[in-house]
């Protein structure tokens, strides 16, 4: 059974840091992609990160670009995201996903970890 | 900046059918867009509906549908019951690794 799981979600001051982590189990974690994706409250779905399955490429939505930085370790089949430079407009509950083999799309997210600037 | 538009809320009766739709603020949504439709219930992980425009995720029951509406991805539901009361997420991919999200639609059944 694919399953993710995402913690590290905390309170900090505006211009701090957290690094989120997103444990992945019941799929072979270094053939996929991984998003981060957020939703602050009472707002809708934001993309804010994709690596790609070799850890090769990295994107990013503008608003995070230079303070988030998504990673990967095989390894331990976990995804992150290390955040700096933390705003108020980062507050958001925060969700991992898969990515479908090559598709364009997300088949399995986690349930998200909060994240209170 | 590309803005991704759905309805921000429609209702629907028991039984009814309806028609969300995802839509860009320039331009045409095509297939080439690779859209899909994602569920959030509260409570519950988000589940994807529908991918790649037409096609329904593993276990999601055939009465909903993707298709290109005019101009406009769309997601039907036909035969609406009551747990289909959630919010719908269109989004696209917008090429280079960028992705972006609509700002969701509010279903209600009544």
């Known amino acids: 059974q694919v399953q993710l799981v995402e913690s590290g979600g905390d309170v900090v001051q505006p211009g701090g840091s957290l690094r989120l982590s997103c444990a992945a189990s019941g799929f072979i974690f270094s053939h996929y992609g991984m998003y981060w994706v957020r939703q602050a409250p009472g707002k809708g779905l934001q993309w804010v990160a994709f690596i790609r399955f070799d850890g090769d490429y990295e994107f990013y939505t503008d608003s995070v670009k230079g303070r988030f930085t998504i990673s990967r370790d095989s390894s331990k089949d976990t995804l992150y995201l290390q955040m700096n430079s933390l705003r108020g407009e980062d507050s958001a509950v925060y969700y991992c996903?898969?990515?479908?083999?090559?598709?364009?799309?997300?088949?399995?997210w986690g349930k998200g970890t909060t994240v209170t600037v | 900046q590309t803005v991704v538009t759905q309805e921000p809320s429609f209702s629907v009766s028991p039984g009814g059918t309806v028609t969300l739709t995802c839509g860009l603020s320039s331009g045409s949504v095509s297939s080439t867009y690779y859209p899909s439709w994602h569920q959030q219930t509260p409570g519950q992980a988000l589940r994807t509906l529908i991918y790649n425009t037409n096609a329904r995720s593993s276990g999601v029951p055939d009465r909903f549908s993707g298709s290109i509406l005019g101009n406009k991805a769309a997601l039907t539901i036909t035969g609406a019951q009551a747990d289909d009361e959630s919010d719908y997420y269109c989004v696209l991919y917008m090429g280079g690794g960028i992705w972006v999200f609509g700002g969701g639609t509010k279903l209600t059944v009544v």
């Open positions: 996903a898969k990515q479908a083999g090559n598709f364009y799309y997300m088949d399995v």
